[in-house]
């Protein structure tokens, strides 16, 4: 079995302020992790994915995430948020089987204020 | 980058109708889902598919679902009779043996 929480449904931030958005998971498996974005209207695009590489995940657009086995936690950070980055953020856990289904938290919704 | 293809990208049906969503995933993989996301809710899995059966499939997906893969590149799903609560935005992914999976960018179903 699996989740994944995503401890605040709202983040607001100031352009050009640091963005951290939490993600904890809970997982039977040695999981894979991704964040994915959703802007308005639009599909979903992957930001960044941990796959037991490296802890420490860069993704595009200046994001990163880093991969805590001991906090099970896998949160979403950028050092300085753009007005671009305003949109629905969503972590997602697989179990890491070849045909492992994804789970999704409930989304993170980042508004970013001039 | 390659991209999972999904049309059309909005259905409008009348309840009790038959739609089916299609989907060209990347032509190189050999898993497929689909997920659907009810506005202003999460995103659920709904089934993934493999060597021409279905894997796993979640509680959502009942009689009334049904996933094909016609043509070796096509991915379709069916829905028999819509239901008002069927509206959502349902996404189609694939992906390879490497844990990456690409979605496409959605096909919103309205159901009247």
């Known amino acids: 079995a699996q989740s994944v929480t995503q401890l605040d449904s709202h983040v607001s931030v100031s352009e050009g302020t640091p963005v951290l958005l939490r993600c904890n998971y809970s997982?039977?498996?040695?999981?894979?992790l991704f964040w994915y974005v959703q802007h308005p209207n639009k599909g979903l695009q992957l930001l960044l994915k941990y796959t037991s590489a490296a802890t420490l995940v860069k993704g595009i657009n200046g994001f990163e995430a880093e991969f805590k086995k001991s906090e099970t936690s896998f949160h979403l950070t950028k050092p300085s948020a753009h007005m671009s980055d305003a949109a629905e953020y969503f972590c997602?856990?697989?179990?890491?089987?070849?045909?492992?289904?994804?789970?999704f938290g409930d989304g993170t919704t980042l508004t970013v204020k001039p | 980058e390659p991209e999972v293809t999904q049309t059309p990208s909005h259905q409008v049906t009348q309840m009790g109708q038959e739609v089916i969503l299609r989907c060209v995933p990347i032509?190189?993989?050999?898993?497929f889902y689909w997920y659907r996301q009810i506005l202003g809710q999460k995103v659920e899995f709904l089934v993934s598919?493999?060597?021409?059966?279905?894997?796993?499939k979640s509680e959502i997906f009942d009689d009334q679902f049904s996933v094909e893969r016609p043509d070796g590149s096509n991915f379709t799903l069916k829905i028999r009779s819509t239901k008002l609560e069927d509206s959502a935005m349902y996404f189609c992914?694939?992906?390879?043996?490497?844990?990456?999976?690409?979605f496409g960018s959605g096909t919103q179903l309205s159901v009247l």
């Open positions: 997602v856990v697989s179990d890491g089987t070849n045909a492992g289904k994804s789970t």
């Open positions: 992914a694939s992906k390879d043996r490497v844990e990456k999976l690409f």
């Open positions: 598919f493999y060597n021409n059966e279905i894997s796993e």
């Open positions: 032509s190189n993989h050999l898993y």
């Open positions: 997982s039977s498996y040695s999981p894979s």
